[in-house]
């Protein structure tokens, strides 16, 4: 009898350890860190969630840590893009569509408001302006 066959073998499965080699939990400490350089320095952080390769399970597993908030905010503009907060305020999730609804990109954005959302300069100027001339009429 060989020595070897005392020896117990015992084989885990990979899904008993898919939370602990994922992506999610590096992802949600870059997230500290952003909240941490917004609070200290007012610094965005964008996180393109498309450039990270994520295992079975990733995507789903960081999007439920982080919940959902209060605000929901959808625009129109060549695709739909969904801006949504998350459970952590300053914590923003962006879903970027084509006009064929297919995922162009998925970002979290830390920041105190998603510049997608503020008017550009170029558009309250031409608002004044229009403005102007609908009072003028």
Same mark, same amino acid.
């Given at each position: 009898m060989n020595l070897l066959d005392d020896i117990p073998i015992t084989v885990s499965s990979s899904a008993t350890t898919a939370g602990a080699v994922g992506n999610a939990l590096p992802i949600l400490h870059e997230i500290h860190h952003a909240l941490q350089r917004l609070l200290e320095? !007012?610094? +965005? +952080? $964008?996180i393109d969630l498309r450039a990270i390769p994520f295992g079975p399970g990733d995507e789903e597993r960081l999007l439920s840590v982080l919940g959902k908030g209060e605000i929901v905010a +959808?625009?129109?503009a060549l695709g739909e893009t969904t801006v949504t907060e998350t459970g952590y305020p300053g914590v923003w999730l962006l !879903?970027?569509?084509n006009p064929d609804d297919e995922r162009i990109a998925l970002q979290i954005e830390i920041t105190r408001i998603p510049d997608i959302l503020c008017s550009r300069q170029e558009d $309250?100027? !031409?608002s004044l302006e229009r403005l102007v001339e609908d009072l003028i009429e």
């Open positions: 320095c !007012d610094e +965005t +952080t $964008v +959808t625009l129109n !879903d970027h569509r $309250v100027s !031409d």
